[in-house]
């Protein structure tokens, strides 16, 4: 009985050690002006369902990293005075955020930008709106069943949207976090 006890432990341990690891490949780049990043770490949960009919969806996004510079000046020899170069405000980069349905229903996906506490006049949108909601059709139809075969594997193409995020307005004065972006998943009605 002890022997019974002790490897229903022992296999108890062992299945709560396992470890699922989610990496995404984005990136950003570190200069003198910009030598430290943060890399937000995310876990995500896919539960057991029984009929089939659960929501997923992938959700991929670009580095959510935008620049503030101000103008600067530099000396000029010659005419012996500063002259200004450079322009002061957000570079126009944007970031991409897709969305790809892998359910059997067609879904929307709705994104809301949320701006940092302490910051204020900053503005973040998505396609030029402050919030901003895609549909995305049910991965249920025939042209995303098997395409194709690549490398010897089945190939199943699935729907997805997306939308561009940029960032104008108000300034900053160092590197800092902006805000967050939520990501709120529904089927469709």
Do not use: C, R
Not at 3 to 9: Q, W
Not at 58 to 66: E, Y
Not at 146 to 157: I, L, Q, R, W
Request: charge should be negative; avoid cysteine.
């Amino acid at each position: 009985m002890k022997k019974f006890i002790s490897l229903a432990l022992a296999l108890m341990l062992v299945m709560s050690l396992s470890v699922t690891a989610f990496a995404a490949d984005n990136s950003t780049d570190l200069t003198d002006d910009k030598k430290t990043d943060t890399i937000t770490v995310k876990g995500t949960y896919n539960g057991g369902d029984t009929t089939g009919d659960t929501i997923k969806v992938n959700v991929s996004w670009d580095a959510m990293t935008f620049t503030y510079s101000t103008a600067g000046q530099k000396w000029n020899a010659e005419k012996h005075t500063y002259e200004n170069v450079g322009t002061t405000g957000w570079s126009n980069e944007t970031a991409t955020i897709t969305v790809t349905n892998h359910s059997p229903f067609a879904v929307t996906a709705n994104f809301e930008f949320k701006l940092a506490d302490g910051l204020t006049g900053i503005d973040g949108k998505f396609d030029g709106e402050t919030t901003k909601t895609l549909e995305v059709e049910s991965a249920n139809q025939e042209k995303y069943q098997k395409a194709e075969t690549v490398n010897g594997k089945d190939v199943y193409p699935a729907p997805s949207q997306s939308t561009e995020f940029g960032i104008s307005g108000g300034a900053i004065a160092e590197n800092k976090d902006l805000g967050t972006i939520t990501v709120t998943i529904a089927k469709k009605n």
